[in-house]
């Protein structure tokens, strides 16, 4: 759960750094800090979009941004706690 560290302890795919090198968990917590925040993403997205920035001026947001934030929901969302209970 990339965009949420706080959860990474629940990620059974997520590493775990204490078990790394000292050398990997300096790059790991490196990297940790150029990505950022699910809530800041959002955000982000919102204040462009009400806004009504022009896709010239932040192309970055349509291309990058807002795929990845849909990519990464529809992966997470259903492992959440605020899933919805499937009833059969």
């Excluded at 950022?36 to 979009?49: G, M, N, R």
Aim: glycine share 4%; net charge negative; with cysteine.
């Amino acid at each position: 759960a990339f965009f949420e560290p706080e959860f990474n302890g629940n990620n059974k795919h997520g590493s775990d750094v204490s078990q790394l090198s000292p050398e990997a968990h300096d790059v790991m917590t490196n990297i940790s800090r150029t990505i950022p925040q699910l809530t800041k993403l959002i955000v982000d997205i919102e204040e462009h979009a009400e806004a009504r920035v022009p896709y010239e001026d932040a192309p970055y947001v349509v291309e990058v941004i807002l795929p990845c934030i849909c990519s990464y929901l529809s992966c997470w969302w259903s492992l959440g706690p605020e899933k919805v209970k499937q009833t059969t």
